[in-house]
């Protein structure tokens, strides 16, 4: 079965440059969620969006902006990089409008290192 | 806020012993997520609790919900090693593209 697609699998960037992630969700789910998980902590919620437009917003730096395409796949775009924002990055979907228990399947992650 | 608490945070056991994990959470819910994390791997979801009185089970896990004690534990029975992975129960679900909150999770160890 079709996965959670994320991209790039690795980056490595330098303090103040910018990054883009991007999210592929699985086929047919309509929300994508973003989360940010440090070492050795618990993921933390930073997005969502249902239908393109977002619908939840949690401890995102004002860095940091993401959006939905007409395709659902989304991107999170994070600028003034920090050596703070280093983490792996997890893109989950799930079909909001159908299926039970609204779950969410992760992707495999973005590890981002800032140097 | 919600609150997600977990229990043990860290767990050594032996192959062929049984435990608990507990998750008590500060907030109504009618449904709970348990997922488990290889290190440096991505989030496998296990187990979604629908309802007060819910019981999962897969292999040597099991999984129950307590909604009027906020409360949902992840059994485990006979422990092997290839279990050894980090365990995050998560809620609450609050509606449409409901976000969820992880607890802290439990890093198990299974020796031999």
């Known amino acids: 079965a079709a996965g959670v697609i994320q991209s790039p699998r690795h980056l490595i960037k330098e303090k103040r440059e910018t990054a883009t992630l991007k999210c592929y969700p699985i086929p047919r789910h309509d929300t994508v969620y973003w989360y940010q998980q440090g070492p050795g902590q618990d993921p933390q919620f930073l997005i969502s969006?249902?239908?393109?437009?977002?619908?939840d917003k949690g401890s995102i730096p004002d860095r940091f902006s993401a959006q939905q395409f007409s395709d659902y796949h989304s991107e999170l775009n994070m600028s003034s990089l920090e050596l703070g924002d280093s983490a792996l990055y997890f893109c989950a979907s799930s079909l909001v409008s159908g299926g039970p228990g609204n779950e969410q399947f992760f992707g495999p992650g973005t590890r981002l290192t800032v140097l | 806020e919600l609150k997600v608490e977990q229990n043990p945070l860290f767990l050594s056991m032996q192959e062929g012993k049984n435990y608990t994990i507990y998750c008590n959470y500060s907030?109504?819910?009618?449904?709970l997520y348990w997922y488990r994390q290889d290190p440096g791997k991505s989030l496998e979801s296990l187990f979604v609790l629908l309802s007060n009185g819910a019981v999962k089970q897969e292999g040597r896990l099991m999984a129950s919900l307590d909604t009027k004690a906020r409360l949902s534990t992840l059994h485990i029975t006979a422990a092997v090693h290839d279990l050894s992975a980090t365990y995050f129960c998560a809620g609450p679900y609050t509606g449409t593209a409901s976000k969820l909150t992880f607890g802290t999770g439990t890093r198990l160890q299974v020796t031999l």
């Open positions: 907030t109504t819910s009618d449904r």
């Open positions: 969006f249902y239908e393109k437009m977002q619908s």
